[in-house]
């Protein structure tokens, strides 16, 4: 089993850590779960992303996202080089918001 539960009056599943936004279709990674996972191994990183969750967040498409709760998943000396500029992201998503921190901090 996943761990989702099913929704017996519109026949789906729910996965946990996932909320519902304005479609059933349409899904965003639950807040509390990627603040925790923004919590990094230095206190940098912990700002650089938890400051990205805090301010573009809310106003990023549902796809952006999802790239970022599936960027939280890169170990951190690869998010450190590519937010330092050493190297990029394998995908475009990832880059934009890599893009977007480093404008912010003017790194």
Do not use: C, Y
């Not at 969750?53 to 498409?61: D, I, N, P, V, Y």
């Amino acid at each position: 089993m996943n761990g989702g539960t099913r929704d017996a009056g519109r026949g789906t599943w729910e996965e946990p850590g996932l909320d519902r936004v304005s479609s059933p279709e349409s899904r965003v990674p639950n807040l509390k779960r990627l603040h925790w996972r923004t919590r990094r191994g230095t206190r940098e990183l912990d700002a650089l992303f938890g400051g990205w969750l805090e301010t573009s967040f809310a106003t990023a498409g549902p796809a952006l996202q999802q790239a970022f709760d599936e960027l939280l998943d890169v170990q951190d000396p690869d998010l450190w080089d590519w937010v330092m500029g050493h190297a990029r992201p394998p995908r475009a998503d990832w880059q934009a918001i890599i893009d977007d921190i480093r404008a912010r901090h003017r790194l």
